[in-house]
């Protein structure tokens, strides 16, 4: 156990130095508003005026099991023209979370709150772009939230047959305590590192989203708890979603669910953007950035 607890200590390490923010060049600043889990921790962008003032500000809601940093290149590219928030989900990242599994509603309904305690709401509407499982929080956000979210861009819209869902339900890792995950999550560096490698993912922006990973501990995998099952539940909510829609199909592992859900939307356009191999990572934001600037403005 010395040389997992060696890698471990260098992470964490590395995670107080990831969670400072250089302002020098931006308005950018973390701060944290109340939910019913406790707070939730955002990291805000806000451009210079008049290059924000009439744009619409959009939150970004990450996947499971990152933080809000894991799209910090498409937060920058963003935050030149417009208010961003990235927002950690409970319980991930810097945010706390619940004591138990939830719901992609419960979700949905504590980020509500958090957007209503930074003043948005019906009469300061919002945009908002989700990745994985915050697609889904996204979505449901929209259906709960019809006058406060004003479109939506989803990327990674889980929807899948049942025996999909359920098979990746059971084979969730069964850690049970901190020691137990600190185990699993050492044995597992090296896979991920090749993801990264073959993706051309950085090394900084690597270790910085990994370090951010490691925070939920045994509560990890609450979010793909809540994903999964909502698969079920999917075809039957996801045509509740009024406002406008941009799914975003990339070159990942849910590309085909994707695109399976768009029939499930009212008001939907399709952004195809294969050359994304990964949903969350992207090293060249200029063609994505493009597709949002023309859906959202």
């Known amino acids: 156990m010395r040389g997992a607890a060696q890698i471990l200590l260098a992470l964490s390490l590395l995670a107080g130095a990831a969670t400072t923010t250089n302002a020098a060049d931006r308005a950018v600043r973390n701060g944290y508003v109340d939910n019913r889990y406790g707070q939730l921790h955002y990291t805000i962008a806000t451009p210079p005026v008049p290059a924000g003032a009439r744009r619409t500000p959009i939150a970004m809601i990450h996947q499971t099991v990152n933080s809000s940093i894991e799209s910090r290149s498409l937060f920058d590219e963003l935050a030149k023209d417009r208010v961003v928030i990235a927002i950690d989900t409970p319980g991930y990242g810097n945010s706390d979370g619940p004591q138990e599994v939830i719901t992609i509603e419960e979700y949905a309904a504590a980020i509500a709150e958090g957007l209503r305690g930074l003043g948005y709401g019906p009469k300061r509407p919002i945009d908002v772009i989700g990745l994985h499982t915050g697609a889904l929080i996204a979505a449901e956000l929209a259906i709960a939230e019809p006058r406060t979210i004003r479109r939506a861009v989803l990327s990674g819209v889980y929807v899948v047959p049942e025996e999909r869902w359920k098979k990746a339900l059971a084979s969730l890792p069964p850690y049970r305590t901190s ?56 075809p039957a909510r996801l045509p509740q979603v009024t406002q406008p829609v941009l799914l975003l199909a990339v070159g990942d592992s849910l590309r085909q669910p994707t695109l399976d859900s768009q029939p499930l939307f009212r008001n939907v356009q399709l952004a195809d953007l294969p050359q994304y191999t990964d949903g969350a990572y992207f090293p060249d934001v200029a063609p994505l950035a493009a597709a949002l600037r023309k859906f959202l403005d």
Do not use: C
Not at 209 to 217: C, G, K, Q, Y
């Open 179 to 234: 020691a137990e995950y600190f185990d699993w999550a050492v044995s597992m560096l090296p896979r991920l590192r090749q993801y990264a490698v073959e993706r051309g993912i950085s090394d900084a922006d690597w270790g910085r989203i990994t370090v951010e990973s490691l925070r939920p501990l045994v509560r990890r995998e609450y979010g793909h708890v809540a994903a999964f099952r909502y698969a079920e539940r999917a």
